[in-house]
């Protein structure tokens, strides 16, 4: 099977959604080629289209190619579409480009797909163990709690809130904006490492009440660099880890300040979890296992 994987192929991983990395993972394991993202290509694609047995679609192939050309392609064609959330605002893009797929790949199962007629699968997110891994505790980044994440939402804010006045100067937010998109993306990731070697309860939220089968990548990375996880309880996320044996799930928020304490004063209790937690992460939620799913996914179709 040989594939043409279609992106932008630029520095795109301080948001975790590196193509590049994607790339690499194939070139590893298949025979697979890379086409630059430009406007008005379509009729390259199109030519190059008979020379391959997959055209793998990006998330920003939605937002530059009319999907009607889809339609002349002399192979199949897939999407594979990095940390969607269904209600963003993207769908008028996202739905006709999906519809002209063969296979279409998201890292959620928010809703019924069929109906839109989309051949879906769930392609979850995952570590890059080159990048994801355990450091020393640096002081700078020491806390007893910490948030990382972009404070924009009112939830957000009442759970901030919360935890200053549980834990005052002992919490910290580690604003995602702040540190992160200001900065090359080799520091960024060497800021989230120390910050998971620092803090020893780190806490993961849920967008809005409701909200299921999506969660942020950051559960991932959090336990891949070895950090505690407590993580508010989403729908689905109980088949991907095991309440208190990788992180510890908390169904109700008033609750939250509770389980923190808990575990803040059983450190060997914390430790074992975070490293099953880190472990698991390890040997089963790289992109490397992500990509040999898609392979073989695409070869069933």
């Given at each position: 099977?040989?594939?043409?994987?279609?992106?932008?192929?630029?520095?795109?991983?301080?948001?975790?959604?590196?193509?590049?990395?994607?790339?690499?993972?194939?070139?590893?394991?298949?025979?697979?080629?890379?086409?630059?993202?430009?406007?008005?290509?379509?009729?390259?694609?199109?030519?190059?289209?008979?020379?391959?047995?997959?055209?793998?679609?990006?998330?920003?192939?939605?937002?530059?190619?009319?999907p009607s050309f889809l339609d002349k392609l002399k192979c199949k064609s897939a999407l594979w579409v990095y940390d969607w959330m269904w209600g963003g605002g993207r769908e008028s893009k996202f739905i006709p480009f999906a519809k002209k797929c063969?296979?279409?790949?998201?890292?959620?199962?928010?809703?019924?797909?069929?109906?839109?007629?989309?051949?879906?699968?769930?392609?979850?997110?995952?570590i890059d163990p080159r990048v994801h891994y355990k450091v020393e505790p640096d002081p700078f980044y020491e806390s007893y709690v910490a948030f990382t994440g972009h404070i924009y939402s009112r939830k957000r804010r009442v759970l901030a809130r919360?935890?200053?006045?549980?834990?005052?100067?002992?919490?910290?937010?580690?604003?995602?904006?702040?540190?992160?998109?200001?900065?090359?993306?080799?520091?960024?990731?060497?800021?989230?490492?120390?910050?998971?070697?620092?803090?020893?309860?780190?806490?993961?939220?849920?967008?809005?009440?409701?909200?299921?089968?999506?969660?942020?990548?950051?559960?991932?990375?959090?336990?891949?660099?070895?950090?505690?996880?407590?993580?508010?309880?989403?729908?689905?996320?109980?088949?991907?880890?095991?309440?208190?044996?990788?992180?510890?799930?908390?169904?109700?928020?008033?609750?939250?300040?509770?389980?923190?304490?808990?575990?803040?004063?059983?450190?060997?209790?914390?430790?074992?979890?975070?490293?099953?937690?880190?472990?698991?992460?390890?040997?089963?939620?790289?992109?490397?296992?992500?990509?040999?799913?898609?392979?073989?996914?695409?070869?069933?179709?």
């Amino acid at each position: 099977m040989k594939i043409l994987y279609v992106g932008k192929f630029e520095d795109q991983d301080i948001r975790e959604r590196n193509e590049e990395l994607t790339f690499f993972v194939l070139s590893k394991i298949i025979e697979v080629d890379k086409f630059h993202i430009r406007l008005k290509s379509e009729n390259e694609i199109v030519k190059l289209s008979q020379h391959y047995d997959w055209i793998l679609f990006s998330t920003p192939c939605i937002y530059v190619y009319d999907p009607s050309f889809l339609d002349k392609l002399k192979c199949k064609s897939a999407l594979w579409v990095y940390d969607w959330m269904w209600g963003g605002g993207r769908e008028s893009k996202f739905i006709p480009f999906a519809k002209k797929c063969d296979v279409v790949f998201t890292t959620d199962n928010m809703v019924d797909w069929g109906f839109y007629g989309i051949n879906h699968h769930c392609l979850r997110q995952g570590i890059d163990p080159r990048v994801h891994y355990k450091v020393e505790p640096d002081p700078f980044y020491e806390s007893y709690v910490a948030f990382t994440g972009h404070i924009y939402s009112r939830k957000r804010r009442v759970l901030a809130r919360m935890l200053y006045r549980e834990f005052g100067d002992k919490f910290r937010i580690w604003d995602t904006l702040k540190y992160r998109n200001d900065l090359p993306a080799w520091k960024s990731r060497e800021i989230f490492r120390k910050i998971c070697a620092s803090t020893k309860v780190l806490v993961g939220d849920k967008l809005f009440d409701g909200v299921k089968e999506y969660w942020s990548n950051r559960v991932y990375i959090t336990l891949g660099c070895g950090g505690f996880l407590i993580q508010e309880y989403i729908k689905g996320i109980e088949k991907e880890f095991e309440n208190k044996k990788h992180f510890v799930l908390v169904s109700d928020p008033t609750q939250l300040a509770d389980y923190i304490h808990y575990y803040i004063e059983h450190p060997i209790k914390r430790e074992t979890i975070a490293n099953q937690g880190y472990i698991e992460v390890v040997k089963n939620h790289t992109y490397e296992v992500r990509v040999r799913e898609l392979i073989k996914i695409l070869k069933e179709n």
